[in-house]
């Protein structure tokens, strides 16, 4: 055959398969949606997990395998995140003004979660989780290796060094700017948001079939134990980066593809387990909150209360990073590696918080430990909102540019203005160690809840209601990137501190703490409550 015709017949068969892949009605689409998950659906045994045959938890290849896979994905989450929020911390407009763009870049990282969190349950449902895990890492590679090229391709920040005098207190920092909003960023973040979207309902999904009910909630906290060590080091990681690579952060960016490489190969260590739905039929419900989910919610007040509550948490939580960003640097100016660090102490008080509810809960759901997290969260957050005064100082702040490579301050320019200066009653170091206790209150809270929204549904649902979960979740994470933007123009009008935001961040989880009193639930083999 002539290369040609090879061409022309490799270009006619391009052609009928592309022909056969279209979508051209309501059924096809529903297809295609199936499309490459039926083969593992179908060939699935049907048989159940000898849960009495398996090893001690700590010494289940699986266990490691699926804890690992999943701090590497955090990790990865968090570094790529933590140098996106820092960049949009001072975005250069039109006008020659830096401004907070954060709250946009929060909300383009949760937008996924919005859009296809019921679908991505109802892929965890429909197929074998354990592939759908593997197939999730393989593309956390891709978009990792889209970020270094995204970092390549756009232009470096730009950095003034400056001189910030106030009260006779001398302070020089580095500032990074970027002009006008990185949009090709913003989509690679999108991606890594998707990603995201679609291992969760997976990731969360497997645990209770993989080991026995009373391992679960030990199993839960080390897995977000690990988490939250990921966040501590990935923040830290991230500030890092933008200090040591600021004009070549792609060399920086490709840790992460290492990251996601290193992620995939543990992945083929997480136990297979049957299929929890084959053959589920696919519906358009499911790209919103599946209609069984619907209806077992309705159903179930504890289950849907708990969810409303964990949504609740969710989007106080949320609003804190991007507060965490802005205090440490311009209130407590500090450079970008110690403003990470404000997070990263947070995320250490969690991990301790998850571990000293995994060890006290003993195979129970223990709602006790809600309250106690409410509470404690509300009177950290509320402490943590306090000026040192209750009137602010008006300074006359000087600021000098000591070198620059933007196009309007010229090196050896000055400028006096005279701000508001409201102190801070605990300080950077006071606050640090308020943020450990805050966050062991963040652990022993969220911990009985997500196993309780883990154990209660069905077996052939819990992908789908983990999947509803990640939506209204993501749904109040948006909200909160709204809150916050809202909150700091209402706060600078009325020429009040932004770090207000804890306090009345905090004061949104009043009605939680006083009418949220659900019962201790036993977990069993099956963790059906």
Avoid at 507 to 526: E, G, Q
Wanted: charged content about 15%.
């Amino acid at each position: 055959m002539s290369l040609r015709g090879g061409c022309v017949r490799l270009s006619t068969l391009g052609a009928q398969l592309a022909q056969r892949m279209i979508c051209d009605s309501r059924r096809d689409v529903s297809r295609f949606f199936c499309l490459g998950f039926r083969h593992s659906a179908v060939t699935e045994p049907h048989a159940h997990i000898d849960f009495d045959s398996l090893p001690p938890l700590r010494r289940d290849r699986a266990y490691w395998g699926m804890t690992i896979t999943q701090f590497l994905g955090a990790l990865n989450d968090t570094i790529f995140k933590q140098l996106v929020l820092l960049l949009c911390l001072r975005v250069v407009t039109a006008e020659g003004n830096s401004e907070d763009k954060q709250f946009l870049a929060q909300a383009i990282f949760a937008l996924p979660f919005v859009l296809f969190s019921g679908i991505a349950g109802f892929w965890s449902d429909r197929v074998v989780k354990r592939n759908l895990i593997i197939a999730c890492k393989v593309f956390e590679i891709a978009v990792m290796a889209a970020a270094a090229g995204t970092f390549a391709w756009m232009a470096a920040p730009t950095v003034r060094q400056i001189v910030v005098e106030i009260g006779g207190e001398r302070i020089q920092d580095d500032l990074y700017l970027i002009h006008g909003l990185p949009w090709l960023l913003f989509v690679v973040l999108f991606l890594m948001g998707l990603q995201s979207t679609i291992f969760g309902p997976a990731k969360y999904g497997i645990l209770p079939e993989m080991v026995r009910g009373e391992d679960l909630p030990r199993f839960n906290g080390d897995i977000q134990m690990t988490t939250f060590i990921a966040l501590i080091v990935g923040v830290a990681i991230g500030g890092k980066l933008l200090d040591m690579f600021y004009d070549a952060l792609w060399l920086g960016s490709l840790i992460c593809v290492g990251i996601a490489v290193v992620g995939t190969s543990t992945s083929w260590f997480v136990r297979r387990t049957p299929v929890a739905q084959q053959g589920a039929p696919f519906s358009w419900a499911a790209f919103a909150a599946d209609k069984e989910v619907i209806q077992l919610l309705k159903r179930d007040k504890p289950l849907c209360l708990a969810l409303v509550a964990y949504s609740l948490f969710w989007f106080v939580t949320a609003t804190l990073p991007m507060t965490f960003n802005w205090l440490g640097k311009y209130q407590f100016r500090l450079d970008y590696f110690n403003t990470s660090m404000l997070l990263a102490t947070s995320s250490i008080g969690i991990a301790i918080g998850f571990v000293l509810g995994g060890w006290y809960s003993k195979g129970r759901v223990r709602f006790g430990l809600v309250r106690i997290g409410t509470w404690g969260l509300i009177i950290c957050l509320v402490v943590i909102s306090l000026p040192g005064s209750v009137t602010p100082q008006r300074l006359e702040v000087t600021t000098s540019v000591m070198a620059t490579a933007d196009d309007f301050a010229a090196p050896g320019t000055s400028d006096t203005e005279e701000v508001i200066i409201w102190p801070h009653l605990l300080g950077r170091i006071g606050s640090q160690l308020l943020l450990v206790l805050m966050g062991v209150f963040a652990g022993l809270f969220a911990l009985p809840i997500q196993v309780y929204l883990q154990s209660r549904p069905p077996e052939n649902l819990k992908g789908r209601m983990i999947g509803t979960m990640n939506l209204i979740n993501w749904i109040a994470i948006i909200g909160s990137a709204v809150f916050y933007g809202v909150c700091g123009e209402l706060l600078a009008s009325l020429e009040l501190p932004k770090f207000f935001i804890f306090g009345i961040t905090g004061l949104l989880l009043l009605p939680l703490a006083m009418f949220y009193r659900p019962k201790d639930v036993i977990l069993n083999h099956s963790s059906d409550a």
